[in-house]
């Protein structure tokens, strides 16, 4: 069965500094999403993917799926305390386009 | 913007008490489900819905029960709750449209005592 890995686990950075959280599947990818939680609280959809080379931005980070559609990069330029909290990747099942599975998350701490 | 509103952010409960968890949705999406989150495992689904009175089980259904008497609004039912159903529980909504996202609600974080 298809499984999404992340990395890293968690991760602190500085305020203003450049961070890449990433996504591996197991298999071809059919739509990739980025969600991000905030501790104690719902996920916030942040950007979805589809194509093999697609790069998507807003406002700060940005994300792509590669070309073999098998892993996807979130890159946060500039990152402020604002950008601090649980990062989640989500992907199509392929046998059943209503669901979803999402990888473990990336736990995200800026440091002003 | 699709709101899915969760009935409680916080819930304590009993052990062996029977537990409601309510969602309701304001876009007029077929499918909506709940999950779980605990540490370590990550998200888990609980049940799911195609339709009004349509349900199917996720991966761990055990324990619990739903439903889906209108189409904007999903209860998860705890039958007799038990300390391991101490959880963050999170309701999604997503259209029947292929490729696009499902939609959360905050969340209710439930602690049986």
């Known amino acids: 069965s298809q499984e999404l890995e992340q990395s890293p686990q968690s991760l602190i950075v500085q305020e203003g500094k450049n961070l890449t959280i990433n996504c591996t599947s197991s298999?071809?990818?059919?739509?990739l999403y980025w969600y991000k939680q905030k501790y104690g609280e719902g996920l916030i959809f942040l950007m979805m993917l589809q194509k093999g080379g697609e790069e998507k931005s807003h406002e700060k980070i940005t994300a792509k799926l590669d070309e073999k559609k098998q892993q996807s990069s979130l890159h946060i330029t500039a990152s402020q305390p604002s950008h601090a909290g649980i990062y989640l990747c989500?992907?199509?099942?392929?046998?059943?386009?209503?669901?979803?599975?999402f990888g473990p998350g990336t736990s995200l701490s800026v440091i002003p | 913007d699709v709101k899915v509103t969760q009935s409680s952010r916080y819930l304590v409960k009993r052990t062996g008490e029977k537990v409601f968890l309510e969602c309701v949705q304001d876009?007029?999406?077929?499918?909506m489900f709940w999950y779980r989150q605990d540490p370590g495992l990550g998200l888990r689904l609980i049940y799911f819905?195609?339709?009004?009175?349509?349900?199917e089980k996720g991966d761990i259904p055990e324990g619990y029960s739903v439903s889906r008497e209108k189409k904007e609004r999903f209860s998860l039912i705890l039958e007799s709750a038990s300390t391991n159903q101490t959880s963050m529980y999170l309701c999604?909504?997503?259209?029947?449209?292929?490729?696009?996202?499902?939609?959360f609600g905050d969340g209710t974080r439930l602690s049986i005592l």
């Open positions: 999604a909504t997503h259209s029947d449209r292929f490729n696009q996202p499902q939609h």
């Open positions: 876009m007029d999406h077929e499918n």
């Open positions: 989500g992907a199509d099942k392929k046998t059943s386009y209503d669901k979803v599975i």
């Open positions: 298999k071809t990818l059919y739509g």
């Open positions: 819905s195609y339709d009004v009175k349509m349900k």
